[in-house]
C-alpha cells in the first residue's frame, strides 16, 4: 500500500484531527443542503470543492493545517452560494489570498510525494525551493480558477462576477498567498511522520 494511502486511511490525531474530519464530513452535508435549499450549480460548486478536502488527509497534514486547510476551501464554496464575492468589499481578495496558499501547499506536497519536486524542511533540504517554487504553483493554481470562473460564467451561468481587473487582482492576491505559503513551507514542518508500512 502506498504512503498516500496508509495516510489517508490511518485514524485522526487528537481534537484537531477529529474535527478536521468533521469539516470534510461538513463539506459532504453541505452538497446535499445546497441540492435541496439552494440551485443545482450552488451543490455542485459544493461537490467541486470535495476532492480537495480530501486531500490533507491524503498528505498527513498536521492537524492544525488540516483544519485551517479544510475551512479555508469550505468558505470559499460556501461563500460563492451566498454571493459574499460581490457583496462584501475585498472579500474576493481575502479568499484568494487564503485558499491560493493553501492549495499551493497541496499542490507542492503532492509533487514532493511524487519525487518532482524536493521535499520541504528536513535535512539537507534546501529551503529556497518552497520559496520561489510555491508563489509559480499559486500563479497556475490562480490561471486556472479564473478560467474556471470565465468558463462558469460563459457556459453555465450569467451570474459569476468576472471582469479584467477582478481576474488580475486575483490572481495577484493569489501569488501573494502563495508566496507567504511558501515561507511556512520552508521553515514549518507542515505533515506528520508518515504511518508505517504494513
Known amino acids: 500500500?502506498?504512503?498516500?494511502?496508509?495516510?489517508?486511511?490511518?485514524?485522526?490525531?487528537?481534537?484537531?484531527g477529529v474535527a478536521a474530519d468533521g469539516v470534510r464530513a461538513l463539506g459532504l452535508v453541505s452538497i446535499v443542503a445546497a441540492g435541496v435549499l439552494y440551485e443545482p450549480t450552488d451543490a455542485g460548486i459544493l461537490a467541486f470543492t470535495l476532492p480537495g478536502l480530501m486531500i490533507p488527509r491524503f498528505l498527513a497534514l498536521r492537524p492544525?493545517?488540516?483544519?485551517?486547510?479544510?475551512?479555508?476551501?469550505?468558505?470559499?464554496?460556501?461563500?460563492?452560494?451566498?454571493?459574499?464575492?460581490?457583496?462584501?468589499?475585498?472579500?474576493?481578495?481575502?479568499?484568494?489570498?487564503?485558499?491560493?496558499?493553501?492549495?499551493?501547499?497541496?499542490?507542492?506536497?503532492l509533487l514532493g510525494h511524487a519525487g518532482v519536486l524536493p521535499r520541504p524542511v528536513g535535512p539537507g533540504r534546501p529551503r529556497r525551493a518552497p520559496l520561489v517554487l510555491t508563489p509559480v504553483l499559486g500563479l497556475a493554481i490562480s490561471a486556472l480558477w479564473e478560467m474556471v470562473e470565465w468558463a462558469g460564467r460563459e457556459f453555465i451561468t450569467d451570474t459569476i462576477f468576472v471582469t479584467y481587473a477582478d481576474t488580475i487582482g486575483d490572481m495577484a492576491i493569489g501569488a501573494v498567498g502563495a508566496a507567504v505559503a511558501g515561507v511556512a513551507l520552508a521553515f514549518l514542518r507542515l505533515e506528520d511522520d508518515p504511518p508505517p508500512a504494513t
Open 64 to 109: 492544525t493545517a488540516d483544519l485551517v486547510f479544510g475551512l479555508v476551501l469550505l468558505t470559499a464554496a460556501w461563500s460563492n452560494v451566498y454571493d459574499l464575492y460581490t457583496t462584501l468589499a475585498a472579500w474576493d481578495l481575502v479568499v484568494h489570498f487564503l485558499a491560493t496558499g493553501v492549495l499551493s501547499v497541496a499542490v507542492y506536497l
Open 1 to 16: 500500500m502506498s504512503t498516500l494511502a496508509r495516510n489517508f486511511l490511518r485514524p485522526p490525531r487528537g481534537a484537531l
